[in-house]
């Protein structure tokens, strides 16, 4: 199992590709830090970079980037034989994957979450939103990985997901909200550390009973379609 | 020693069916699975190795179905036919983590063995995406052999080798066929097959045409005149004895010599003789002219 | 078989005849291209994407038009209706921009396109023009939708149709300039990878990063930062020119003497985008 972990984090860190994953960090410590420095209220500032970059955007975007990346590109270009022909359990593989995917995600966002949370509020908002980005992580990254397997445009899905369900419809129709990670992330980050700016629509025992069940629930459907993995003839 | 067995195994897609009821059993040593593209080779072959599952029938190894148990990786090893391998690598990491992931007693040694076995070693520390394709493809058999599998199935591993790497390799599989192993490949290059194994199992459209050696199974082709080439001292007269032998079908004189169709092979075989001597006539060459893998396999795809 | 070697005539022959221009190119990869992005002429699967974004923005033109007949409420005009849409559009060019672009890189067809008579010029311009035609189609056929609603309820008769004749017309060209701006920067993002999932996602990426610092922009102490606040995002630069060239200031963006800074910056992302796109393509065996 740290076989695969090893190669996979290779795959994803070891080429110049990583560095796709570091605008969006950036973004939002420089956005942090100049509302810091020009004084300007929490209250006004607050919402959009911590939620509307920090949690609507970066979180989501970097999970499929990682998400998808992990088994994607290997699905994709097939060198997923070389994994499947071994004999490993497939849950083992599937845990090895998410393990990396969640960790390279819930790093890359919860630090600047963590300072962009200092820097508004607290050291307490900022641990609550290291909390809630690394529940998201493994939420979004369980999710992804489970569509790498289940389709063939796994980015787009994802996208569809992000752009459509949780932007679009997450905003006007209330429903929704239930099946939306971010909602989740909100709430249990609000939770730990009440303040204005994080609005939580979801209540915290629907959060992190539907956190769970994505995470649980992807990654056990996830290694049943591992294990049927299909590979007809001629492909290519 | 690992037996494969496919019981009556058929697959489709749809509409389409891609193999057709076969049954067939591999046993130790190098078989060749032979026929026209999209005959449907590499799903027979990606049955076997446990990616696809098979509509109808069994497929198995030593009892033990392939669908579904990672289990038998332990001692089946693939070679497939994409050429994709994790590129930011070097040889050595890649066959050292397949070595791992096979949970070897000793992955370090296992490699080294492998990579010496392809030829690789002087390349191993390279990273594969710099190497060219018959590098590529070496390495990955490197990969497929490392944990010494019982049985080793290979899709069409010749693609892209040049003939140096293709003789290096064909020495190799001959080797692991003499030790025991079950060594199934598959191609449409009818000199590769003939140079590595005798025998073949022949798919033309999703059934299995023929199986065995080929040579017997050319002369289990009634239908089908054999065709000989003879040279003696008066072939012209030779002719004349032979048209009035009842398993000649026909002659053609040529300056070079005649050509015999014989319906029968057995008969003509022993006639030929007695009549060659009854007239006084030397004969200088005799060769059945469509025994080749090639003429088996033309036939094969007409009938 | 002869001894020597002998090439034998067996009647392949040169084209002598009319061969046609540069425009027939261009109309071609144009006319391939805008069919591409709806999906049409290939497999079902391809149209799924596209065709969905249309019906929602159809629907919503639908809504609004009905809405506007039976309870004579706007809920929205047409410049508010491109501005709402947004979303959708970057969806639309995410996905649309790579499947235009990156198949093309990925495949490695380039080599085979540049060996006959197109240039890159041609290439890009009509990739481009195919793209924003596809963008102003799914911007402007609701508002068109939402043109006849009104038309047929209107109470003034001919006048009145004349008159939304007029508010159309100006929506229109927002659109064609939403479309201008999108197309141009998603296909550059596209060129630069040949995987499409990539492309996608860094489309998606730039255009969703911008918003949120318009946001911080906006509430930055000094005045000069608030005007110029929706410089930083396409969706907000568009509004900002809206506002110039209306001469309105209450749309969300508050641009103060800045309109013409806006219009300038249009401009030049848009030409800044298209050179980087024909620089991307000046060499393309090494794509």
Redesign the interface.
């Known amino acids: 199992m740290s076989t695969v972990a090893y190669i996979t984090v290779r795959g994803l860190l070891g080429r110049r590709r990583v560095l796709l994953l570091l605008p969006l960090p950036l973004l939002l410590i420089g956005l942090a830090l100049i509302c810091r420095a020009y004084d300007v209220s929490p209250d006004q500032w607050g919402q959009p970079v911590v939620v509307g970059l920090g949690l609507a955007v970066v979180l989501p975007v970097i999970s499929l980037i990682v998400g998808t990346g992990v088994l994607g590109s290997e699905v994709d270009d097939g060198t997923i034989v070389h994994i499947l022909t071994k004999p490993l359990p497939r849950r083992d593989i599937i845990l090895a994957k998410l393990l990396v995917a969640a960790g390279v995600s819930a790093v890359t966002v919860a630090v600047p979450l963590f300072v962009a949370g200092l820097l508004a509020d607290s050291v307490r908002f900022g641990l609550a939103l290291v909390v809630g980005s690394v529940a998201g992580a493994i939420a979004y990254s369980a999710l992804f990985l489970l569509l790498s397997l289940v389709t063939r445009r796994p980015v787009l899905l994802g996208l569809a997901y992000i752009l459509v369900w949780e932007g679009l419809l997450g905003r006007f129709v209330s429903g929704t909200r239930v099946l939306s990670i971010e909602q989740y992330v909100i709430s249990i980050a609000d939770r730990i550390a009440p303040t204005g700016m994080l609005d939580g629509k979801v209540s915290l025992p629907v959060a992190i009973v539907m956190s769970l069940v994505f995470a649980i629930g992807g990654t056990l459907y996830a290694v049943n379609r591992l294990g049927s993995f299909s590979m007809a003839g001629e492909t290519s | 020693m690992s037996v494969v067995e496919l019981e009556n195994v058929s697959r489709w897609y749809g509409n389409v069916v891609a193999v057709n009821d076969i049954s067939m059993t591999l046993q130790p040593g190098v078989t060749g699975l032979l026929g026209p593209n999209g005959a449907g080779k590499t799903t027979v072959l990606h049955m076997m190795a446990g990616f696809l599952a098979p509509s109808k029938g069994a497929v198995t190894i030593d009892n033990s179905p392939t669908w579904r148990n990672p289990g038998i990786y332990r001692t089946l090893g693939l070679v497939a036919e994409r050429e994709a391998v994790h590129g930011f690598l070097s040889a050595y990491e890649f066959v050292l983590a397949c070595a791992k992931m096979q949970k070897l007693p000793d992955p370090a040694a296992a490699t080294a063995r492998a990579l010496s076995l392809v030829e690789m070693t002087d390349a191993q520390d390279r990273r594969i995406e710099t190497f060219s394709k018959g590098m590529r493809q070496r390495t990955r058999v490197a990969a497929a052999l490392v944990h010494e599998p019982q049985v080793l199935l290979l899709d069409e591993p010749f693609n892209g080798m040049d003939p140096r790497q293709r003789m290096h390799m064909m020495e190799l599989l001959h080797k692991l066929g003499d030790q025991g192993h079950t060594i199934l490949f598959s191609s449409h290059i009818l000199e590769e097959v003939e140079q590595l194994s005798g025998l073949v199992q022949v798919i033309v459209a999703g059934r299995l045409a023929a199986s065995g050696d080929y040579r017997r199974i050319r002369r289990l082709m009634t239908n089908r005149p054999h065709v000989f080439a003879v040279q003696s001292s008066d072939d012209r007269r030779l002719a004349v004895a032979l048209i009035g032998e009842k398993s000649v079908s026909g002659i053609e004189v040529e300056a070079t010599g005649l050509t015999v169709r014989a319906s029968d092979y057995g008969s003509f075989t022993r006639a030929l003789p007695r009549i060659a001597i009854g007239e006084g006539i030397q004969l200088r060459k005799l060769l059945p002219s469509d025994e080749s893998l090639e003429s088996v396999f033309s036939y094969l795809l007409e009938a | 078989m002869s001894e020597a070697g002998v090439i034998h005539d067996i009647g392949y022959q040169r084209y002598e005849g009319p061969r046609l221009g540069r425009s027939a190119v261009f109309g071609a990869i144009y006319q391939h291209g805008l069919r591409a992005s709806f999906g049409l002429g290939r497999s079902a699967k391809a149209k799924i994407?596209p065709w969905l974004v249309a019906g929602i923005v159809v629907l919503v033109a639908v809504i609004n038009a009905a809405v506007l007949a039976y309870a004579k409420v706007k809920l929205f005009d047409y410049y508010t209706f491109d501005d709402t849409m947004s979303?959708?559009v970057?969806?639309f060019v995410?996905?649309v921009a790579p499947e235009l672009v990156s198949r093309d890189m990925r495949s490695g067809v380039l080599p085979l396109y540049f060996s006959r008579p197109l240039r890159a010029f041609d290439y890009i311009g009509a990739k481009w023009a195919a793209l924003v035609t596809a963008v102003f189609l799914l911007l402007g056929v609701p508002q068109f939708i939402m043109f006849l609603g009104a038309a047929f309820t209107t109470d003034d008769g001919a006048k009145g149709v004349g008159n939304e004749i007029l508010r159309l017309l100006p929506g229109w060209g927002y659109s064609l300039l939403w479309a201008v701006v999108f197309a141009s920067i998603s296909l550059l993002i596209a060129s630069v990878t040949g995987k499409?999932?990539?492309a996608?996602?860094?489309i998606?990426?730039f255009f969703?990063?911008t918003?949120?610092?318009v946001?911080?922009l906006s509430?930055?102490?000094?005045s000069t930062a608030q005007h110029l606040a929706g410089l930083a995002s396409p969706m907000s630069l568009l509004v900002g020119v809206q506002s110039w060239l209306r001469g309105k200031n209450d749309l969300g963006i508050d641009v103060g003497d800045f309109g013409v800074i806006y219009g300038i910056e249009a401009f030049c992302l848009v030409s800044a985008a298209l050179l980087l796109l024909l620089a991307r393509y000046r060499k393309v065996a090494s794509l």
């Open positions: 994407f979303w959708l970057i969806f995410a996905i499409r999932a990539f996608a996602g860094g998606v990426a969703l990063m918003a949120p610092v946001g911080v509430i930055l102490p000094s």
